[in-house]
């Protein structure tokens, strides 16, 4: 592929229109299942977010606490995002694929809302290091993440071949 605009692959986002408040339209398959469409988007900066987002019944164990299992669907989300904060979303010409994540729970997230802030912490060659935390309506810390991410072009092929 060269690199004329017409020759590169072209992915639709539906998701990249967004109403004002909103960090992510409706569209998006992991951010239509948490709702993400929903979250209000307190502050974006470039390499920083911070978002009130809620906590749909579908997310939650029996206890009513956000399951474990989902929350790095949250982190993953919020991380990719973190990374192209402040930029203008028509101006995102890679793809962006989690290479690792670690996270620590120290607090349930009950909701019905918590606070998620997430922030660029290191960015070299195509490698991105993203922090992400959880806030609950106390302004306790309840999750803590570490997130590497890779910048990849839209027209790598994918898997071995």
Excluded at 71 to 92: F, H, K, S
Excluded at 98 to 116: A, H, K, N, Q, W
Excluded at 139 to 144: C, G, I, P, R, S
Aim: without cysteine.
């Amino acid at each position: 592929m060269g690199n004329n605009p017409a020759d590169r692959p072209f992915f639709p986002r539906p998701w990249l229109q967004r109403e004002p408040g909103q960090l992510i339209g409706r569209g998006h398959p992991a951010g239509d299942f948490l709702e993400a469409y929903r979250w209000r988007l307190l502050d974006e900066q470039p390499g920083l977010l911070r978002v009130r987002a809620h906590l749909p019944d579908h997310v939650k164990n029996p206890r009513g606490q956000l399951f474990g299992g989902f929350t790095p669907t949250y982190v993953d989300l919020v991380a990719l995002l973190t990374v192209r904060a402040g930029q203008p979303r028509e101006g995102w010409k890679t793809w962006l694929a989690t290479t690792s994540m670690r996270l620590d729970y120290f607090e349930p997230i009950v909701g019905p809302e918590f606070v998620i802030e997430s922030k660029l912490v290191k960015a070299r060659g195509r490698t991105r290091a993203v922090e992400t935390r959880f806030y609950d309506p106390e302004d306790t810390l309840a999750v803590f993440a570490f997130t590497l991410i890779r910048e990849m072009p839209l027209d790598r092929v994918l898997g071995d071949g």
